[in-house]
């Protein structure tokens, strides 16, 4: 069993920056494939990121935020640049034991384990 727990979370001005944490427990770290997702209020949960042996972004992110990873923290980071308001959400970090593939990547269902998550807020 892989425990989750998100940091990093708060209040910025646009076209600022915040980096989320994600630190796990319980597992071999090195093993699994992490990912970010997102949550607006009254939205879906959406794929923001993703890590294994391919780095994958949601359009909507690309170019702004970068996932990385240190195995020897078992800790996956999410630098978020030139935030908007539209980023404004509830970040969720989880961690997937299956073999993916570009098509599957962004697909809730494809990963194990979540966190609690973490808000995000970018004011205007």
């Known amino acids: 069993q892989v425990q989750l727990v998100e940091s990093g979370g708060g209040l910025v001005q646009a076209g600022g920056s915040l980096r989320l944490s994600c630190a796990a427990s319980g597992g071999t770290f090195s093993s699994y494939a992490m990912g970010w997702f997102r949550q607006a209020p009254g939205k879906e949960r959406e794929f923001v990121a993703h890590i294994s042996w391919v780095t994958y972004y949601a359009d909507s992110v690309k170019g702004r935020f970068t996932i990385s990873r240190d195995n020897a923290k078992n800790t996956v980071y999410l630098q978020m640049n030139s935030l908007k308001p539209e980023d404004t959400a509830a970040y969720y970090c989880?961690?997937?034991?299956?073999?993916?593939?570009?098509?599957?990547?962004?697909?809730?269902?494809?990963?194990?384990?979540w966190g609690q998550g973490t808000q995000v807020t970018v004011s205007s």
């Open positions: 989880a961690a997937s034991g299956k073999k993916m593939t570009i098509a599957t990547i962004g697909q809730m269902g494809e990963y194990d384990y």
